[in-house]
């Protein structure tokens, strides 16, 4: 950010902000449409990944106070409560850009880097009670519980033109109100995902059962372990994660509204 990017144009700190509205160039939208600049952002997540990692091994046990101080701040910078951006200035309007896969990717990753910025504090040991040497299958075993398979659909273009639509209808009368937006389109994209914590069900759990059932009757999911995968990524209103779903196969008082919901898939 710091020099004149690949087009020519200076810093974008000294560029010149109109009526706090910065206009991209037709070959910026085309960066941003085409996934290179998304390409840029995973590439230098993965190289920060890579660099946290080797300034944590060089400097644990020698200067753990600092470290913690480190890691804090970067959190609560990550988590978007410094004002020290001056990139947050401004807005920027570009009705041909597709800004909603790149800001999906950016909020997964940071997510990600806050997890094992949190996990890297927890194992630290400021005042030396124990000797904590951190090791790359450490950190691997700490993502391997947080990495879990998610609902695969068979065709998932119906779901991505209505997900606002689903998204809505499931939040918050399913999903528990604070579930965002990011995780639920998580929920169903396939593969493996990182979740910190269980999505939360608030409905009845003969509704989540008769849900998922429906899901499968009319061809929306790709494989018959839904059940399985459901009762590894969600929980009930106490946090405890769902068991016997299989096994409940009374039809909901809302039945009619959840196929609608279905529907949209």
């Known amino acids: 950010m710091g020099i004149s990017d690949r087009f020519g144009n200076p810093p974008f700190y000294k560029r010149k902000i109109v009526d706090e509205v910065y206009t991209l160039t037709k070959e910026e939208i085309s960066f941003v449409n085409n996934d290179k600049l998304a390409k840029e952002i995973d590439y230098l997540f993965e190289r920060f990944h890579l660099e946290l990692r080797k300034s944590h091994l060089f400097f644990v046990n020698k200067n753990d106070f600092d470290l913690v101080h480190t890691y804090a701040r970067c959190i609560y910078y990550l988590k ?8 947050k200035e401004g807005r920027i309007i570009a009705p041909s850009l597709d800004w909603n896969s790149l800001l999906m990717r950016v909020k997964r990753s940071t997510t990600e880097l806050i997890a094992e910025l949190d996990w890297r504090i927890s194992r630290l040991n400021p005042n030396n009670y124990l000797v904590c040497n951190l090791t790359d299958e450490e950190l691997k075993t700490f993502f391997d519980a947080i990495l879990a398979n998610t609902f695969r659909l068979y065709d998932s273009k119906s779901f991505v033109a209505n997900f606002d639509k689903i998204s809505q209808k499931l939040i918050p009368n399913y999903f528990h109100k604070d579930t965002t937006a990011e995780d639920l389109f998580k929920l169903f ?10 999505l939360i069900w608030v409905g009845a759990t003969n509704s989540l059962s008769y849900f998922l059932r429906q899901l499968n009757a009319k061809e929306k999911l790709l494989k018959h372990t839904y059940f399985q995968t459901a009762e590894k990524l969600l929980s009930n209103n106490n946090g405890e994660l769902f068991s016997g779903l299989k096994n409940n196969k009374s039809v909901p008082a809302n039945a009619i509204e959840i196929d609608a919901i279905v529907d949209l898939f």
Not at 80 to 87: A, D, I
Not at 189 to 198: E, R, S, T, V, Y
Request: aromatic residues 12%; charged residues 10%.
């Open 80 to 87: 978007g409560s410094l004002e020290v951006s001056p990139y």
């Open 189 to 198: 994209k396939g593969g493996l995902q990182i979740f910190a914590n269980p």
